[in-house]
């Protein structure tokens, strides 16, 4: 039995199976993440459709894909005519498979060669399928892009950073220095994720 979402095809192990039971539920959880990936991409492409980009490192070529889909959908019929969501899903599905969800950015993980967390981590990216969440520096990496979802975080992140900075002594200048670049880097992602969004000054 297989289940299929866009062009994605699921084999479901037989229950009769040793640990039958726990690789559905594995391949179930499986699939809803694929599902939650798909949808978070739609949402960025429907965004991008209203006008609304995303911002970060990783925008420009997020934007260029999405070009590209328009271009495709264009191609296949009469222009300005919408075409179905499965069309548009099956253009988005290998950019789908592609996502990482982070706290406070999408993470585009398409080239290992290029994902700064493994660089970071001192990782080698021949062999990696993953990014290291964890070690994600999404205002400097190539793969990342901010989106207005992830405003609150980076919001809650500057405020607590101004919290911090207020509270320190003036015996601990080099904490301040980093605290403060750090608030720097916060609200030039908030700025971008602004202007991206049609909301900047
Ligand atoms: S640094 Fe962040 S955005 Fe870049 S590849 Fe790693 S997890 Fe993904």
């Known amino acids: 039995m297989a289940e299929a979402f866009g062009q994605f095809q699921y ?4 229950l009769n199976r040793p640990g039958g039971a726990q690789s559905v539920l594995l391949a179930e ?14 949402d960025a492409y429907r965004d991008y459709q209203d006008g609304i980009r995303p911002a970060g490192p990783g925008a420009k070529e997020l934007i260029d894909f999405f070009d590209f889909v328009d271009g495709e959908l264009g191609q296949v019929g009469a222009p300005n005519v919408k075409r179905s969501e499965q069309e548009v899903m099956n253009l988005l599905a290998k950019r789908a498979g592609a996502l990482h969800l982070g706290q406070a950015n999408h993470c ?34 190539p793969q990342a892009t901010h989106h207005a979802g992830h405003r609150p975080v ?7 950073k101004k919290v911090f900075i207020a509270s320190i002594g003036r015996a601990q ?9 750090d608030l720097a880097r916060d609200e030039r992602v908030l700025s971008e994720i602004d202007a991206a969004a049609g909301k900047g000054a």
């Not at 060669?113 to 021949?126: D, E, N, Q």
């Open 11 to 14: 084999p479901t192990p037989p």
């Open 29 to 42: 959880f499986g699939r809803e993440e694929r599902e939650h990936k798909m949808r978070v991409t739609l």
């Open 108 to 141: 585009w993980f398409l080239d290992p060669s290029r994902a700064l967390c493994l660089k970071l981590a001192g990782h080698s990216a021949r062999d990696a399928t993953a990014p290291l969440i964890g070690m994600c520096d999404s205002a400097r990496c």
């Open 173 to 181: 200048k080099t904490e301040k220095t980093r605290l403060a670049a």
């Open 154 to 160: 980076w919001a809650s992140a500057a405020r607590n």
